[in-house]
């Protein structure tokens, strides 16, 4: 306690008698925590602003579409048309290892009556598990398909919230009945809106999906548009894409090499992409930010240096009055902590401020919106605790370990 | 008392009212040698020394003769190349560094020549400090510090600045901070030798009315007039003690 009032009047008359060098050396601090700081959280922000822009898709889905066979096949001939049904669905979601997820889907495009109004829209039959996969997270106070509505073939809609505001405009659509294909349906649901910056059929927020039995029951469709699946793991979405490719070629007679029997989309190769370059990208901004606090614990390593050599006299009396080392020690260390805590701390204040005002610019759409996370926060601290702890401790030690006959004499 | 400091005590000797005074500082056969790199120089060449409680010691002798690095050595701010050196009892030739640093705290107090009080605290302070090392706490400060500026007559600076205060009230200052731990034994080095005549008189007058009060004082200095007034004069010469005599002063 003593020794703290004593470091912090200490640091008060350094500042006081060296007025610019503490300025320059605290400024070191400031700049470099700003450094650090700031690129973390670009980096933070422009990671989350790339992933908004490409999970609207789904969330690290693979997509498969049956197509024409390449080559041929057991004697069967290149050209044939592949063709799937629910019982392929149904063979790969039992035989498939380390499948989380699997989902037809059958499209089409309806004409959807509501009151006077006659829209034409894209209707998607698939199952519940869609949800999570692709993301379609339900508004407040509706809800997204369910098993019961595939069991009883229910005529249940769930809509893309920029059609239900063409449809409806600012009138709440859930519990609605609309007219598809000439068929009433009951509205349960809305999508909440989301970004989505990559699409395979139009964009989900003009779209209508309903269950896939209710789809082929009403469309006497049996063949399948595509099929949408997710692995375990992001990991995994290689191998079971490969075992679903066998799988299906088992199945419906086509190679297994056969590259256009079977088109496959690994939506996750874009994710792996963006991680590895996302963590590059941090790690090269966190270390330049780090080199710029190195530089600026050098800098207070110096200024202490010469602190303790301006002080030598009155730590050679205090070691004379029965000073230990360690209060020596702990003194200049505990000084030096002091100095680059300020200037960590108002490092800090400057990037809070920076990204405060940093929406204001319009630049968000591409860079995201810059954020000092508790890890970004966590790091940093760290980083200056280190960086303080090793730039006194030099100086400190120095300190401790004078001669109080010498150090007097000076 | 007088053949007690000279020679071991003999039982046969002690007569019922000669109880001898306990040894404060005893020196056997000391040296010290400062290894500058090149050169090594020897400036202590075997001392032997034994002060008892309540003496009040003058060294003397001539520039480079040994005091100063004597005296470092008595007050543990320096440890001895070789012999031995019991301090009020314990024996302190080979102890570490934060052991000599508890017992400069505890044991001993220092005046120096050139006062080295802390410029940037006031005289309260720096009386304070030595306690602050010893871990006494805040209030029993204030009140100790108090006591010892009223005692060398600076009840009225105790809050001013050394450079606010004269050379001898600054030396008096470093005096009551020498005695803010209760030392076995005050310490100092030409404690006069940067003061006019008077307030260097009225330094060794404080000396003397400590030495009343029962202190045991060590002080070197040039001044023979000031070595006059304490109760045995021992003369260096060389890195050797050359004399030792009593004079007629007692404390009372
Ligand atoms: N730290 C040191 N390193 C090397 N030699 C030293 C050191 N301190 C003192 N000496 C040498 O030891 C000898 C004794 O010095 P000391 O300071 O004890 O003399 P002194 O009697 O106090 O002199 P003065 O009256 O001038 O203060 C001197 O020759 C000096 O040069
Ligand atoms: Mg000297």
């Known amino acids: ?410 | 008392m007088l053949a007690l400091a000279e020679n071991q005590p003999a039982p046969a000797k002690l007569g019922p009212q000669a109880v001898p005074a306990p040894s404060i500082i005893r020196m056997e056969e000391v040296r010290k040698v400062y290894d500058t790199g090149k050169v090594k120089l020897e400036a202590l060449k075997g001392v032997n020394l034994d002060v008892t409680k309540g003496e009040f010691l003058a060294i003397v002798g001539p520039s480079g003769s040994g005091k100063s690095t004597l005296m470092n050595l008595i007050g543990c701010l320096d440890t001895a190349t070789s012999g031995r050196y019991v301090l009020g009892g314990d024996d302190v030739s080979r102890v570490t560094r934060d052991q000599l640093a508890e017992i400069r705290n505890r044991r001993v107090g220092f005046v120096f020549q050139s006062f080295n009080l802390l410029p940037h605290i006031s005289a309260a302070e720096n009386v304070e400090m030595p306690l602050v090392f010893g871990g006494v706490p805040v209030k029993k400060r204030r009140d100790r510090s108090r006591e010892l500026l009223e005692r060398v007559g600076l009840g009225d600076r105790m809050d001013h600045k050394p450079t606010e205060l004269s050379g001898g009230q600054m030396q008096r200052v470093a005096i009551a901070r020498a005695l803010a731990m209760e030392p076995d034994v005050v310490l100092a080095d030409e404690p006069t030798g940067n003061l006019d005549t008077s307030a260097g008189g009225d330094i060794m007058a404080l000396f003397q009315e400590l030495w009343r009060g029962g202190s045991t004082l060590v002080v070197i200095t040039h001044d023979p007039s000031l070595a006059k007034r304490a109760g045995r004069v021992v003369e260096v010469r060389d890195g050797r003690i050359v004399s030792d005599e009593r004079t007629e002063n007692r404390p009372g």
């Open chain 1, 1 to 410: 306690m003593d020794t703290f009032k004593d470091v912090l009047r200490q640091l008060l008359r350094d500042v006081r008698s060296q007025k610019l060098r503490t300025f320059l050396t605290v400024f070191g601090i400031v700049w470099g925590t700003v450094a650090v700081t700031l690129l973390l959280a670009f980096g933070t922000g422009l990671k989350k602003q790339l992933i908004k822009k490409t999970a609207g898709l789904g969330d690290r889905i693979v997509i498969a579409w049956p197509g024409l066979t390449s080559m041929p096949w057991e004697g069967l001939g290149k050209g044939r048309r592949i063709r799937l049904n629910e019982d392929d669905i149904e063979a790969l979601r039992k035989e498939t290892p380390n499948l989380k997820a699997i989902s037809s889907e059958y499209q089409t495009s309806m004409k959807l009556n509501y009151g006077t109004k006659t829209i034409a829209i894209d209707v998607s039959g698939v199952s519940p598990e869609f949800c999570d996969m692709r993301n379609l997270i339900p508004a407040e106070g509706g809800r997204f398909l369910n098993p019961l509505d595939m069991d009883r073939q229910r005529r249940v809609l769930f809509l893309g919230n920029e059609m239900a505001k063409s449809v409806f405009g600012t009138e709440n659509a859930v519990g609605k009945t609309v007219l598809l294909g000439g068929s009433p349906f009951l509205i349960i649901g809305t999508l909440e809106p989301k970004e989505q910056d990559s699409s395979y059929s139009g964009r989900d927020n003009e779209k209508g999906f309903i269950p896939g039995t209710t789809f082929r029951a009403l469309t006497g469709r049996k063949w399948l548009n595509n099929i949408v699946f997710q692995s375990q793991t992001a990991l995994l979405n290689e191998q079971v894409s490969d075992s679903i490719l066998k799988g299906l070629a088992h199945r419906r007679k086509f190679s297994p090499e056969d590259k256009e029997a079977l088109s496959l989309w690994d939506t996750n190769e874009q994710f792996a992409f963006f991680e590895v370059f996302m963590l590059a990208f941090t790690g090269f901004l966190g270390i330049m930010g780090c080199l710029t606090l190195v530089v600026g614990g050098i800098g207070v390593s110096n200024i202490m240096n010469v602190v303790v050599e301006e002080r030598t006299k009155e730590i050679g009396v205090k070691m004379a009055l029965g000073a230990k080392a360690r209060y020596v020690l702990s003194g200049i260390l505990l000084e030096t902590l002091c100095v680059t805590a300020i200037g960590g701390l108002i490092g800090f204040a400057v990037s809070l401020g920076i990204c405060a005002v940093f929406p204001q610019f319009g630049l968000t759409e591409f860079v995201g919106e810059p954020k000092v996370s508790p890890a970004v926060a966590a790091i940093t601290i760290g980083i200056l605790g280190v960086i303080g702890l090793i730039a006194g401790w030099f100086p400190a030690r120095e300190a401790a370990s004078l001669d109080p006959v010498v150090a007097m004499k000076l």
